[in-house]
Every structure is written in structure tokens, then in C-alpha cells.
């Protein structure tokens, strides 16, 4: 087992459930997961590092008055919550993708966390469905009736029995590795490209209720400062 996450400080980790973004369509579990750090601040613990992560370094992308810098990924902590994020920045590697995998799983069940989440998107064109917010989910746990009642549909598979998402990145295949192993549940927003800060949002909604947090209220949401430059900066007057 690799040890992929550098850190001194010990945390008993049973009790913490853990959630793990894919790189997908919008970005829309990289948004989530900002939104989870920021709403429910989370502290950051610790750098994770893989030769299957591509590399990357930026400023602190939650408080522009800091001088510290984020790698392409990083483990975020709230020992209240006792909630736990992965913020993947940047791309798998494939060659390298399935020893990740298992070197993650590895390391879940180390540490001993009590369940874990994988976020996805996915492109909204491959539901022929106009009406919704089209959430839907796949887990080895009993989570059904909350599935319900938060209006997630269970995801189907192919007519050979196979679960398949036309741009989730890796999410299917780590939540295939990891739920032999343990409790994991995949959930999955189908959406376009755009701006996706508010199926972020609603994302954000249906993951508190799942995981028996307290829905937050929209004056409670705090949204991270590097939102701010999403898009960039205005277009320079001298096109004009």
C-alpha cells in the first residue's frame, strides 16, 4: 500500500465519511467539493500524491489573503462533521488510473473510513429527458428510501448488465474497485456545460440530506473566492 496522503497529524477516521470527486462533465463534483469546504469548513490536512495525478500547483483557491499554494490533490477535514473531501485538481493519468484506484482503496480501508461518496457528472443528452434536476445513484448500501425522498433515481445498467456514463471520467470504475471492499455510493448529476456553479449547488443540497447533515440554507452557502474567476476577467476594452 502506497502511503499517499503526507501528513503528521492522527486522526481516527472510523466514524468519518470520506467523498472522492471525478473530473467530469462542468466539473460539477470539483464545484461540490469547494462548496463542501467552504459551507462546512473544512481545514485542509494533508497533500495526496500519486504518479497517476498529473502535477499542477496554484494559490490558496479559498482565501485570495493567503499565501499558501494547492497541489493537484489535497485532503480536507471537518472533525465535527466528521467529513472528509478529496479536491482532485487536475486529470488521472490512464496508464496509471487502476493502480490509483486500488492504492485508494488501500488507503480507505487503512484508515478506516466508515463509508465513502464518489461524485459524477455526466452529459444530460444521454437521458432524453428535458424535465428534472436528473440525479441518480448507485451504492451497496441501503439508501434507498433517502435516495427517494431526495428525488435520486437508482442508476440502470446496460442491457449487458453494465454501468456506463458518457463523461464521468473515472467514477464507475472507482466505485467498482472500492465497493468490494466497503460501503461506497456513486452519485451522479446529469448536466451540460456551462456554468455549473448552480448544479453544484444542488448537488450540494442532496449530498447534506444523504449524509444526515442539515440541508444548508442559501444564506449559509459561502462560496469559495477563486469562483470569482470562472470565467476570467472582462473582455479588454480595446477589441471595442
Not at 503528521?8 to 470527486?21: A, E, K, R
Not at 466539473?27 to 463542501?36: A, E
Not at 461518496?117 to 448500501?141: M, P, R, T
Request: net charge negative.
Amino acid at each position: 500500500m502506497r502511503n499517499l496522503m503526507k501528513t503528521q497529524s492522527h486522526v481516527d477516521f472510523s466514524d468519518y465519511t470520506l467523498i472522492i470527486p471525478s473530473v467530469s462533465v462542468g466539473n460539477i463534483p470539483q464545484l461540490t467539493i469547494d462548496l463542501l469546504i467552504t459551507t462546512y469548513e473544512l481545514e485542509r490536512l494533508s497533500a495526496i500524491w500519486h504518479p497517476a495525478i498529473v502535477p499542477c500547483v496554484g494559490s490558496d483557491p479559498y482565501d485570495s489573503n493567503k499565501s499558501d499554494i494547492c497541489t493537484a490533490c489535497e485532503l480536507y477535514l471537518n472533525e465535527q462533521l466528521k467529513l472528509a473531501v478529496i479536491q482532485l485538481r487536475s486529470t488521472i493519468e490512464k496508464k496509471l488510473a487502476l493502480n490509483f484506484f486500488n492504492d485508494l482503496r488501500d488507503v480507505i480501508l487503512h484508515l478506516g473510513f466508515k463509508c465513502t461518496f464518489v461524485l459524477a457528472s455526466s452529459f444530460d443528452y444521454e437521458l432524453h429527458n428535458i424535465s428534472g434536476e436528473k440525479f441518480y445513484f448507485l451504492s451497496n448500501a441501503d439508501c434507498n428510501d433517502i435516495m427517494r425522498n431526495c428525488s435520486v433515481k437508482p442508476l440502470q445498467p446496460d442491457m449487458n448488465g453494465k454501468y456506463y456514463l458518457n463523461g464521468d471520467g473515472f467514477a464507475v470504475k472507482i466505485y467498482q474497485v472500492i465497493q468490494e471492499s466497503t460501503t461506497c455510493t456513486l452519485l451522479v448529476k446529469y448536466a451540460s456545460e456551462g456554468d455549473n456553479r448552480p448544479d453544484a449547488l444542488m448537488m450540494l443540497r442532496r449530498l447534506s440530506v444523504v449524509m444526515g447533515l442539515k440541508e444548508p440554507l442559501d444564506e449559509n452557502i459561502k462560496c469559495p473566492s477563486s469562483w470569482r474567476f470562472v470565467f476570467g476577467g472582462p473582455p479588454p476594452q480595446g477589441l471595442y
